[in-house]
């Protein structure tokens, strides 16, 4: 067993310093707070969080349906904790079923999300607890407790050189640790929730009703890497029976002669909303890559895991030793594209040559990186094959990387995708449209089965969409009611 001798570095004693007077009044509970941050930085960490949130996701254009939210969103921010504060809305090009804020007033709601809504008061009330995380700061509390995790993590790897080895990987870990809100913080988001509806006259029983689809659907924690609401928003337990009980609580006291839920003018503004993954921004079928927009196909290795986003589509294998990398290159030449690609990565090119892909201009370049282990000694070193393609206007680039041990057995693999990068012809791939949530009036009173069932609704298709309509196959409909189908 080693003994290790106590002591504090100068850096730890300043970052504790540093510390001392980070104590904020909460705005909803009045109580002093652990804060880092003025509201000035809250806002300005926003900022600059907003351009890769975008990035990561891509907006998705509906101009009504952001008018609305932004309306809403903008009168409840008006009677929150936080008036001043100006509340930013974004629709996400996204079909993950999520919604997020971050802070500084920034409030993000997926177009899956927004397709699972049956009426306005559901989505006011998930609005509503966003609204309520920001209210209470909890997303940057979160971001102030990362901060002195690393400012602490930072301290001991200088005090400490047995556990620098190991801070990258904590780092990491802190980071991750703060992804999700305590469940004291949902619960106090869900009151608020209630609560900030409830003063704009909103139902607030059917964002209990909302939350009780979401456990029936029992969504899984991603959806190609991305995080769903579930995972982002753990059930602080008996949630349906909490907000119903809060809500309850709320309209008794306001007394307000009616509450506003507004089922046929929601269904309405999604009526064409874009439904599940949009494969005009790429998709795969039998192994290949397809992107209708920009007319170009790649074959993906069998069994490797591809999650494509605006920004970049990754593909890993199953034994995670290796990755690519495709994104399309900023640059005007290939030259420029090039350069920036390997020098971006500090990666010292072994070889290079100029090359014809499939009738395009292109550079192929192997590359390594080496880095030194700062307690062994030893020098550890990764390979990369890089194509940068040049096709009409666009200049697109192709990483595959691996360790030096495991390199040439990749190697044929990532030749192999990115040699076969290649115009998209077929028309049936090219003329491809994404499903998108059609609004439809029951023309015979019966059951949602009957329904579904008039609409030729397929027999594969109708437990999901009983679901996205919140009812049960059983559940009798009137003539004239708005329900949603999935159609091209």
């Given amino acids: ?21 980070s104590c904020a ?40 349906l952001l008018e609305f939210i932004t309306t809403k969103g903008t009168e409840m921010g008006k009677i929150s904790h936080r008036p ?19 802070p500084g007033g920034y409030i993000y709601l997926t177009r899956g999300i927004l397709a699972q809504f049956n009426n306005e008061a559901e989505l006011i009330g998930v609005l509503g607890h966003e609204m309520g995380h920001i209210s209470a700061r909890h997303s940057a509390s979160q971001q102030s407790k990362q901060q002195l995790g690393q400012l602490l993590l ?72 991305v995080p769903t609401f579930m995972s ?20 008794d006291s306001l007394s307000y002669t009616n509450w506003t839920v507004n089922q046929d003018n929601y269904l309405k503004m999604i009526d064409g909303i874009v439904y599940g993954e949009d494969p005009r921004q790429g998709f795969v079928e039998g192994n290949m890559f397809y992107h209708p927009e920009l007319k170009f196909k790649y074959p993906i290795p069998p069994s490797w895991q591809l999650i494509n986003s605006p ?36 990666l010292d090119v072994l070889d290079s040559k100029r090359v014809t892909i499939n009738g395009s201009p292109a550079i192929i370049a192997i590359s390594q990186q080496i880095t030194q282990d700062e307690q062994t000694g030893q020098q550890q070193a990764i390979k990369v094959l890089s194509y940068i ?24 693999i990532f030749e192999s995708t990115m040699s076969n990068f290649t115009n998209l012809t077929e028309p049936s791939k090219l003329n491809v449209r994404p499903q998108r949530i059609k609004i439809k009036s029951v023309q015979r009173s019966g059951s949602l089965a009957d329904a579904f069932n008039s609409f030729r609704v ?24 708005l329900i949603k189908i999935i159609g091209d």
Wanted: a neutral charge.
């Fill in 1 to 21: 067993m080693k003994i290790f001798k106590s002591r504090i570095h100068p850096v730890l004693i300043f970052a504790l310093l540093f510390l001392i007077p």
């Fill in 25 to 64: 009044i909460n705005p909803v509970t009045g109580k002093k707070q652990f804060m880092l941050m003025s509201e000035a930085q809250e806002v300005a960490l926003g900022a600059q969080y907003d351009p890769s949130v975008i990035s990561t996701f891509g907006i998705y254009e509906n101009a009504q």
């Fill in 84 to 102: 001043n504060l100006e509340y930013k809305f974004k629709i996400l090009d996204s079909p993950v079923i999520n919604a997020f804020a971050v």
């Fill in 154 to 225: 930072v301290g001991g790897m200088i005090a400490s050189e047995e556990f620098r080895q190991f801070g990258d990987y904590a780092m990491q870990g802190m980071q991750l640790l703060f992804l999700k809100f305590s469940r004291d913080n949902e619960r106090e988001a869900d009151r608020l929730g209630v609560e900030y509806s409830s003063k704009i006259r909103y139902d607030a029983h059917k964002m209990a009703d909302f939350f009780n689809v979401l456990n029936k659907m029992q969504l899984a924690s991603s959806h190609a890497g």
């Fill in 232 to 251: 982002t928003h753990p059930d602080p337990g008996d949630r349906f029976n909490a907000v119903n009980s809060k809500t309850k609580e709320w309209q």
């Fill in 311 to 346: 920004m970049q589509v990754q593909m890993v294998p199953a034994d995670e030793k290796a990755m690519m990398v495709f994104f399309m290159a900023q640059q005007n030449t290939l030259e420029e594209a090039g350069q920036e690609a390997l020098n971006s990565l500090k």
């Fill in 389 to 412: 393609i040049q096709k009409n206007q666009n200049i697109y680039v192709f990483h595959g990387v691996a360790a030096d041990a495991d390199f040439n057995s990749y190697f044929r």
């Fill in 458 to 481: 397929p027999q594969s298709k109708v437990n999901e969409l009983a679901l996205l309509n919140n009812m049960e196959l059983s559940d009798r409909v009137q003539k004239g009611k």
